[in-house]
């Protein structure tokens, strides 16, 4: 899902917003950076070094494309996609001048399981949805607690 959601900021502008959940933004440093070490070796027939398939399929490759506004959310004890991974998006999407925002969750890890920062993922995203896509907004109560949180 977060890695198809890098995939597509640099292959397509036709959507109005994107949310990334712990995706992968590149490739390479990713083998070396996940517990997981099994996938990506599996996934791209090798190391970063013996394969030519993590530059082919690799998100940060495309980042002269990126246009649409993303929100990223990333968790710091995220030990299969790790915080560096949505950091890197992040910075990238600012230094291109994209509209972004970046929510991080530092007593997470890959799944957000707690009550209050279920609350809060779902209110912040539910808000830039409906900031580039119009509709409802989150009650003000759900989103008092979000910006509590992450200014």
């Known amino acids: 899902g977060g890695y198809m959601v890098a995939w597509i900021l640099g292959h397509t502008d036709r959507f109005k917003a994107l949310v990334c959940h712990d995706g992968v933004f590149d490739t390479r440093s990713m083998a070396l950076e996940t517990e997981e070490l099994w996938f990506p070796t599996w996934d791209f027939g090798g190391?970063?070094?013996?394969?030519?398939?993590?530059?082919?399929?690799?998100?940060?490759?495309?980042?002269?494309?990126?246009?649409t506004p993303t929100l990223v959310i990333t968790s710091e004890k995220d030990y299969r996609v790790p915080f560096g991974q949505g950091l890197q998006l992040f910075t990238a999407l600012q230094v291109r001048g994209v509209p972004s925002k970046i929510l991080t969750f530092p007593d997470e890890g890959h799944w957000v399981l707690k009550p209050g920062n279920s609350r809060v993922w779902h209110a912040l995203v539910m808000d830039w949805l409906a900031t580039h896509l119009g509709g409802a907004r989150p009650d003000a109560e759900s989103l008092g607690a979000v910006y509590s949180t992450t200014k």
Do not use: G, I
């Open 47 to 67: 190391w970063p070094w013996d394969s030519e398939l993590y530059e082919k399929w690799n998100p940060v490759r495309f980042v002269e494309n990126f246009k």
